[in-house]
């Protein structure tokens, strides 16, 4: 009987540890760039001093207890859940339209496990060395160097996890208030909480999972075949280049490249740019191996040991590369130490690298679907900004109410009963004052309300009842009811109100 899939690869690999090789490149650079501008927006952002009248002095601030968002001089409320939404809507478009263009690129430099992992690394990096010497601390036995290295690695992974999680709580409650109060004991048990999760989910993500993240738990990396295009650009080896018609060799079989180097060099006037005598060197060499069939791929494995996930990126395009370039930097340096043209690893599309003589890779936009990403981004983007920009410092909502639609009174004259709701937008108490136009100034009933003053984040609801005589009921269907904030009459609103009476009600 033939043995199922399942028993032979078993439920579970154990994960292989990756060593990675650090590299120069300009990959590498807008990698560290992006982590550095990201750390400083996050780990600085709630330390930012702003000042406000009825909040303490921080520029971002999510106040729970409030119900409101802070963010610099904008003050969100839960009524405000449509800019959440159109948020959500931008960064969904928005990522589909990055990815379409230029593959992965959120997963390579901007995705938060990404960007915690290349911290961690660089921590170990720094205490244990480069990746041999890496390699061989985590083969050799336990001794006083590996528990003195492994443990100061691990220690500073904590103290970083732990450092992620107090200041996402920050954000919170006033920072410098809640640090102190979380040292001495005095936070509320929440807060303990939060940064005890945060602080062991981040230290087993990004030091102890690190490409398992990506593999297996981030569902990103499944569906990106959905959003590829032949024509997206993605880190991609030529392999027509790289192989030729015998396949890659190491140095040692195209050993004629230090050779040319050392005769060109002996040849040429000592006038001549020795570095232009080495490029002449390289060519010389590059054109040996394509006279024996070997491709430019000089097979160092460089690729593969700089490489997060661990991948081979000479196997083709994975589930598992996560777009970061890399690749592309290791390669570089290699082509540029023989003298071969870059580009061997380079970002481009399935479509240019099959043609039968590739293009400079560039960024196709003029597809249907990109194009309809594009405006949507626009469009949503334009409608949040304007719906932030015209925003006023309160919403009102008149309802009227339907069951009865309308009373007749003994002596004749019609009611109808209205629900008056204010929401206060501002940063401070507001008086409100409603009245009505189109109808007599004794018709609108305000109850033992004149005026309704109203915090900020809050609602207040008004019953108001109008009163008409039946002549007047007869030819009124529609008034105006006024909503006024004390001392501010440019901001009055209005809105248009139905009146209900028993001839409409016939009619």
Same mark, same amino acid.
């Given at each position: 009987?033939?043995?199922?899939?399942?028993?032979q690869?078993?439920?579970?690999q154990?994960?292989i540890?990756?060593?990675?090789?650090? &590299?120069?490149?300009? $990959?590498?650079?807008?990698? =560290?760039? !992006?982590?550095?501008?990201a #750390? /400083?927006?996050?780990?600085? +952002?709630p330390?930012?001093?702003?000042?406000?009248l009825?909040?303490p002095?921080?520029?971002?601030l999510?106040?729970?207890?409030?119900?409101?968002?802070?963010?610099?001089?904008?003050?969100?409320?839960?009524?405000?859940?449509?800019?959440?939404a159109?948020?959500?809507?931008?960064?969904?478009?928005?990522?589909?339209?990055?990815?379409?263009l230029?593959?992965?690129?959120?997963?390579?430099?901007?995705?938060?496990?990404t960007?915690?992992?290349?911290?961690?690394?660089?921590i170990?990096?720094?205490?244990q060395?480069?990746?041999p010497a890496r390699?061989?601390?985590?083969r050799?036995?336990w001794?006083?160097?590996?528990?003195?290295?492994?443990?100061?690695?691990?220690?500073?992974w &904590?103290?970083a996890? $732990?450092?992620?999680?107090m =200041?996402? !709580?920050?954000?919170?409650? #006033? /920072?410098?208030?809640?640090? +102190?109060?979380?040292?001495?004991?005095?936070?509320?048990?929440?807060a303990?909480?939060?940064?005890?999760?945060?602080?062991?989910?981040?230290y087993a993500?990004?030091?102890?999972?690190?490409?398992?993240?990506?593999?297996y738990?981030?569902?990103?990396?499944?569906f990106?075949?959905?959003?590829?295009e032949?024509?997206?650009?993605?880190?991609?080896?030529?392999?027509?280049?790289?192989?030729?018609?015998?396949?890659?060799?190491?140095?040692?079989a195209?050993r004629?490249?230090?050779?040319?180097?050392r005769r060109?060099?002996?040849?040429?006037?000592?006038?001549?740019?020795?570095?232009?005598?080495?490029?002449?060197?390289?060519e010389?060499?590059?054109?040996?191996?394509?006279e024996?069939?070997?491709?430019?791929?000089v097979?160092?494995?460089?690729? !593969?040991?700089?490489?997060?996930?661990?991948i081979?990126?000479?196997d083709?395009?994975?589930?598992?590369c996560i777009?970061?370039g890399?690749?592309?930097d290791a390669?570089?340096?290699?082509?540029?130490?023989?003298?071969?043209?870059?580009?061997?690893?380079?970002?481009?599309?399935?479509?240019n690298?099959?043609?039968?003589?590739?293009?400079?890779?560039?960024?196709?936009w003029k597809?249907?679907k990109?194009?309809?990403?594009?405006a949507?981004?626009?469009?949503?983007?334009?409608?949040l900004a304007?719906s932030?920009?015209?925003?006023?410092?309160?919403?009102?909502a008149?309802?009227?109410?339907?069951?009865p639609?309308?009373?007749?009174?003994?002596?004749?004259?019609?009611?109808?009963?209205?629900?008056?709701?204010?929401?206060?937008?501002?940063?401070q108490?507001?008086?409100?004052?409603?009245s009505?136009?189109?109808?007599?100034?004794?018709?609108?009933?305000?109850?033992?309300?004149?005026?309704?003053?109203i915090?900020?984040?809050?609602?207040?609801?008004?019953?108001?009842?109008?009163?008409?005589?039946?002549?007047?009921?007869e030819?009124?269907h529609h008034?105006?009811?006024?909503?006024?904030?004390?001392?501010?009459p440019?901001?009055?609103?209005?809105e248009?109100?139905?009146?209900d009476?028993?001839?409409?009600?016939?009619?």
């Open positions: 009987m033939q043995t199922g899939l399942e028993e690869l078993g439920l579970y154990k994960r540890p990756i060593f990675t090789r650090s &590299v120069k490149g300009r $990959f590498r650079r807008f990698k =560290t760039t !992006v982590l550095v501008l #750390y /400083a927006i996050y780990f600085l +952002l330390w930012l001093p702003w000042s406000r009825d909040a002095s921080q520029a971002v999510f106040d729970l207890p409030g119900r409101r968002f802070l963010i610099f001089g904008l003050t969100v409320y839960p009524q405000d859940v449509v800019w959440l159109l948020l959500l809507f931008i960064a969904a478009i928005l990522l589909f339209f990055v990815t379409g230029v593959g992965r690129a959120f997963c390579g430099y901007f995705c938060f496990q960007l915690w992992t290349d911290f961690f690394i660089w170990e990096h720094k205490i060395g480069e990746r390699v061989r601390l985590y050799q036995p001794n006083r160097e590996k528990l003195l290295k492994v443990g100061s690695t691990h220690a500073l &904590v103290l996890s $732990f450092w992620t999680g =200041t996402f !709580v920050t954000y919170y409650a #006033y /920072a410098p208030q809640l640090v +102190l109060d979380f040292f001495t004991g005095q936070a509320a048990a929440a303990y909480i939060t940064v005890s999760i945060l602080t062991i989910s981040t993500a990004a030091g102890l999972m690190r490409e398992q993240i990506c593999t738990v981030c569902p990103y990396g499944r990106q075949s959905v959003m590829y032949p024509e997206t650009l993605a880190v991609h080896y030529d392999a027509r280049r790289g192989e030729g018609a015998h396949g890659r060799a190491t140095v040692r195209g004629g490249i230090v050779v040319e180097r060109a060099e002996s040849a040429e006037p000592v006038a001549v740019d020795r570095r232009q005598a080495s490029l002449s060197a390289g010389r060499a590059l054109a040996e191996r394509h024996k069939g070997l491709g430019d791929c097979d160092c494995g460089l690729c !593969v040991q700089v490489c997060p996930t661990g081979d990126i000479r083709g395009l994975q589930y598992k777009s970061c890399l690749c592309i390669c570089n340096t290699i082509m540029d130490s023989f003298g071969f043209p870059r580009g061997l690893i380079r970002y481009d599309s399935e479509q690298l099959a043609a039968p003589e590739p293009t400079a890779p560039r960024v196709e597809r249907l990109t194009i309809g990403y594009g949507a981004l626009i469009l949503m983007s334009a409608y304007y932030i920009g015209t925003r006023g410092s309160y919403d009102r008149v309802n009227q109410i339907r069951q639609l309308y009373v007749v009174l003994s002596n004749g004259d019609i009611r109808n009963r209205y629900q008056v709701r204010i929401t206060n937008k501002a940063a108490d507001q008086t409100y004052e409603i009505a136009s189109g109808i007599p100034a004794g018709a609108l009933d305000l109850g033992n309300f004149r005026e309704i003053t915090k900020p984040g809050h609602s207040g609801l008004v019953q108001v009842s109008v009163r008409l005589a039946p002549e007047l009921a030819h009124t008034f105006e009811l006024l909503i006024t904030p004390k001392g501010k440019g901001e009055a609103r209005s248009t109100v139905r009146f009476s028993p001839k409409e009600a016939h009619d």
